[in-house]
């Protein structure tokens, strides 16, 4: 091999070892495109970073442009999609905002946020979004050539898919990046959701002729039953394109990676678990930062996403998320009588917890005068804490460490105790310092001392800005024995002081995938390029 010089196969282990070989400054590439949305992209590009990472390489994601609202603030305070946190996590690597160079926050149906690298950069209808690419094309050129130069390999993530060929002349994340950066390409398809052979040889068709040279190999996901009553269709499928299939990766559903899309919340199996608590999330229209809550599965909790009033019922507590259009949410709190429904329960005693916009929604009201998200100066909230929120211009986004600072309710003897997390919000949110929830003690830029969140007189519902709250173990076990106590059920007992798993579940994914895989084969596309 000539160039980079790749792992050999260990004949006993399946890994790969360099030889003593010195890698290139410039990084190699492996792009994943799908066939549509939802075919687990993501999830493939964190597989392969932690792969190449236990392999010895050093990795890094990358995608040019993503819509999502879950986003993760990184240590310089950039905003980025949550899944390519998740990827760099997987890959042992700091989050940046190369990584994610322009990010996507939808507000309504035809408009979106603009974050160009970490910071809002405008808001924009979609149809001014695909005049305005030509000059996006220069940062999402200048954060890959930032990444090839201080890692070996980089792994590309596309979006929706490459095929969609109304979008062809203005897209900046598929085949205009595979051909800027001559990066080989994977193409992923869905076979859980029917039709994969078909959607696969539809995309390689209607590429143009210049770009099909650039798949490489076909990966099929999810795949539940027996490989061997799927064999004549993949050897079809490499006599009809001449492109081999990879691998066969099958359907999971006990790897707990943070999943990036809200279509996920329509596919996800609702695990029933053993009897205990059960918690209801409010599916906001806007959602966001939803993998808040996946820990909360691990403890063995019910967690369900309601859209009905009586859909709280039975619940041990209610949640209401982080959203990306805070006012137009609470307005469908009222008028689908959500709103009232946990009034009701609240005053009743049932906990009830809000999380950046929904911390926002569980004050007196929100205003919003400079007509941030609204045209007639803000909303009522649902009054059930003692704060109000200004909406301002600036959005803040800082990761944080902080204590508790309240005792009462769902935090007796949880004070003092630590957590880790990040904000990321429009405006302030003002009450009486009597009844904060937490103190700010630090942030990247250094100390920090400001109260965050609030709870009210009986400690039974808690508001705070902090995204990743329940990912602290220990904060997350005690409130949810403090839920069982309130709630008169048996302690959960067998604490074990050990972190949440993300490391286990990330090596399963890993190994998951490479027994999938053909790996002599995808290293040789890495090396091979385009």
């Not at 990066?183 to 040889?201: K, M």
């Not at 709103?339 to 009201?365: H, N, T």
């Not at 403090?482 to 399963?508: C, I, N, T, V």
Request: proline share 5%; net charge negative; glycine share 12%.
């Amino acid at each position: 091999m000539s160039g980079m010089c790749l792992r050999t196969a260990c004949p006993f282990s399946g890994r790969y070892s360099t030889g003593g070989c010195e890698v290139m400054a410039q990084a190699k590439l492996l792009m994943i495109q799908g066939t549509s949305s939802s075919v687990g992209k993501s999830v493939l590009v964190a597989a392969l970073c932690r792969i190449f990472r236990q392999d010895g390489f050093r990795v890094a994601p990358f995608k040019a442009q993503n819509m999502a609202l879950n986003s993760f603030v990184t240590v310089a305070g950039g905003e980025i999609g949550r899944a390519q946190a998740v990827q760099a996590e997987a890959a042992g690597v700091e989050a940046t905002v190369d990584m994610n160079p322009v990010l996507l926050k939808p507000e309504a149906d035809s408009r979106s946020q603009i974050v160009v690298m970490g910071k809002v950069d405008r808001t924009i209808a979609a149809r001014d979004y695909y005049r305005y690419t030509p000059k996006l094309l220069e940062v999402v050129r200048k954060s890959l050539e930032r990444l090839r130069g201080e890692y070996d390999i980089v792994v590309i993530e596309g979006a929706g898919s490459p095929a969609e060929i109304n979008l062809r002349d203005s897209e900046i994340v598929n085949m205009r990046v595979a051909r800027m950066a001559q990066a080989p390409v994977l193409l992923a398809g869905d076979i859980d959701r029917g039709g994969v052979f078909a959607a696969l040889v539809g995309t390689v068709a209607l590429l143009e002729e210049g770009d099909r040279p650039y798949i490489k190999g076909f990966i099929i996901n999810k795949f539940r039953g027996d490989l061997r009553l799927l064999q004549p269709g993949l050897d079809m499928l490499t006599r009809q394109t001449n492109i081999p299939v990879l691998g066969v990766v099958p359907y999971f559903r006990d790897i707990a990676i943070a999943q990036e899309d809200s279509v996920y919340l329509d596919e996800r199996p609702e695990a029933a678990g053993p009897a205990g608590l059960d918690v209801a999330v409010i599916r906001l229209p806007h959602i966001a930062n939803y993998d808040d809550f996946d820990p909360l599965e691990g403890e063995g909790c019910r967690v369900r996403y309601v859209t009905r009033p009586g859909e709280l019922d039975g619940a041990h507590l209610v949640i209401l998320p982080g959203t990306k259009s805070t006012i137009n949410d609470l307005r469908y709190l009222w008028k689908s009588g959500l709103a009232e429904a946990v009034r009701e329960k609240a005053q009743a005693g049932m906990p009830v917890l809000g999380i950046c916009g929904g911390y926002q929604m569980l004050g007196k009201s929100i205003l919003d005068a400079g007509g941030i998200e609204s045209d007639d100066g803000g909303a009522l909230g649902l009054g059930l804490l003692d704060v109000v929120t200004r909406f301002a211009p600036e959005k803040s986004t800082t990761q944080v460490k902080a204590e508790v600072l309240a005792g009462t309710g769902l935090l007796v003897g949880l004070e003092g105790c630590g957590v880790e997390g990040y904000e990321i919000h429009m405006g302030q949110t003002e009450g009486t310092k009597s009844c904060a929830a937490f103190r700010v003690s630090a942030t990247p830029q250094g100390a920090a001392d400001y109260t965050d969140g609030a709870v009210n007189a009986e400690g039974t519902v808690l508001g705070t800005y902090l995204h990743g709250l329940f990912h602290n173990h220990d904060f997350r076990y005690g409130l949810l024995e403090r839920l069982r106590w309130h709630w008169g059920m048996p302690p959960a007992g067998g604490r074990e002081d050990m972190p949440s798993g993300k490391e286990g579940h990330y090596d399963r994914l890993a190994d998951l995938v490479r027994s999938s895989l053909d790996m002599p084969a995808v290293y040789r596309i890495l090396e091979g390029g385009a």
